[in-house]
């Protein structure tokens, strides 16, 4: 057990005589009447109806009601979303993010029914409310409309599920995986670790690329060219034994290789490979077979070519001087 300290005993002194006087003052005769007199003041500021929404009156009293009710009822509709998604859901067959729409969703329904019942029994009439609701349509028109369609969308994303948690997407330059799906905007980590906030109304008006909406197995194409001395056969052997040498390219589907033109300077190809762990970092799948092709390509002894162009002069007004290399 902890010792006390002399200041410690010194505060719990004057708490003790600030009780006992305020003790005196209350159960004295001066103070009854100054209790009585706040308390008739009190009433007249909390209970006093400063304006009417058509038949119920606005008082201090009921908007601290409203104020408290509101707060409790936030915090009953998170802990109960937390609680379904942690140990109800967890144990169904839904997959991460049918669980957390679904969780998401019955808070919502949590926190409007309970408003409705709510405020119905602290003496708020609900019919009253149209009139407030008409200015609130008003302010919509005017101000709310971007926080609306932002909430709104939030709703489709979590009903139709177009993303999930988790899945791989690109949407207006930003690239990353979603980690959260709130009311009015979506959170997007990207490689860097950096989380970029971004309205869900985006997710329903614009072209959304969903790496992963099927499942996370991605195919991505690795461009290169090689000499015209080359001969394409061995470089298609070259190619896909490369890719199957990395442990990050699938075995099944098999990579392919694809001769795709006959360049200006060399013969193009193009490997395509499938991956399910590199699917957050493709770019570092690509750089890694781009070392191992180079490494590859200079055993073999396949040249990749700089580009080459002919020179024609039609005609020049000075002697050109020509160099043998001797």
């Not at 399910?276 to 781009?290: E, G, N, R, T």
Request: charged fraction near 15%; glycine fraction near 8%.
């Amino acid at each position: 057990m902890k010792k006390w300290t002399s200041k410690r005993l010194i505060v719990l002194m004057v708490i003790l005589l600030v009780a006992v006087g305020g003790f005196g003052i209350v159960t004295s005769e001066i103070g009854t009447l100054i209790l009585g007199r706040l308390s008739i003041d009190l009433g007249k500021v909390f209970y006093h109806p400063y304006f009417h929404i058509g038949k119920t009156g606005i008082t201090l009293a009921l908007l601290l009601k409203v104020v408290v009710f509101v707060l409790i009822l936030t915090f009953i509709s998170h802990q109960v979303r937390r609680f379904m998604q942690s140990e109800v859901l967890i144990h169904t067959s839904m997959d991460s993010g049918q669980q957390f729409a679904t969780a998401r969703i019955t808070g919502y329904l949590i926190f409007v029914v309970g408003m409705m019942v709510g405020l119905q029994s602290i003496g708020v009439d609900l019919s009253s409310l149209v009139v407030l609701g008409g200015a609130l349509g008003v302010g919509v028109g005017f101000g709310l409309q971007n926080i609306v369609s932002n909430f709104v969308s939030g709703l489709i994303l979590l009903v139709e599920r177009p993303i999930k948690l988790g899945d791989r997407v690109d949407v207006g330059g930003t690239n990353g995986d979603v980690v959260r799906i709130a009311a009015r905007s979506t959170w997007v980590r990207t490689n860097d670790n950096v989380v970029i906030i971004i309205p869900n109304s985006e997710f329903i008006s614009n072209r959304v690329t969903n790496w992963t909406a099927n499942d996370r197995q991605v195919r991505f194409a690795v461009p290169l060219g090689v000499s015209y001395s080359a001969d394409p056969a061995e470089v298609r052997e070259v190619l896909l034994q490369v890719a199957l040498a990395h442990p990050d390219v699938m075995k099944d589907p098999a990579p392919d290789v694809r001769f795709v033109d006959f360049g200006d300077s060399s013969l193009d190809f193009e490997l395509r490979v499938w991956t399910i762990s590199q699917v957050q970092a493709p770019q570092k799948l690509i750089s890694d077979l781009y070392f191992l092709i180079f490494k590859a390509f200079g055993e073999r002894g396949i040249e990749i070519p700089f580009p080459q162009r002919d020179l024609h002069l039609r005609s020049v007004s000075v002697p050109i001087a020509i160099s043998t290399g001797a």
